[in-house]
């Protein structure tokens, strides 16, 4: 059964930093390609960064330079490093892959970023 759980969500202040982790189970992480998303209140979800299981990132244009995200394949565990972080970066954030022919999530952890 596969699991996805994330962890490390939190008030922060304006310009303060966050690490995100999501531990998974279920998977053969090493050959996953990880997603991290968030949803702010009346808005729709959103991609904020992927890693290959090669290594390889890309991130959405709001969060580049702010937001570093890896991986460690021994843990089975994906990561997002958030710093700089903007009152625009309260949401939930949610980890996802897919597996199969099914796309997982977990259940989220909410960021709150206060002024």
């Known amino acids: 059964q596969v699991h996805l759980v994330e962890s490390g969500g939190g008030l922060v202040q304006a310009g303060g930093s966050l690490r995100l982790s999501c531990a998974t189970s279920?998977?053969?992480?090493?050959?996953?390609?990880m997603g991290w998303y968030r949803q702010a209140p009346g808005k729709q979800r959103e991609l904020v960064a992927r890693?290959?299981?090669?290594?390889?990132?890309n991130y959405a244009d709001s969060v580049k330079g702010r937001f570093i995200v890896s991986r460690d394949n021994a843990k089975n565990t994906v990561y997002l490093q958030m710093n700089g972080l903007k009152v625009e970066d309260t949401a939930v954030y949610y980890c996802?892959?897919?597996?199969?022919?099914?796309?997982?999530w977990g259940q989220g952890t909410q960021v709150t970023v206060s002024s």
């Open positions: 996802e892959t897919k597996y199969g022919l099914r796309e997982y």
């Open positions: 279920g998977i053969m992480f090493s050959i996953s390609d």
């Open positions: 890693i290959g299981s090669g290594g390889s990132t």
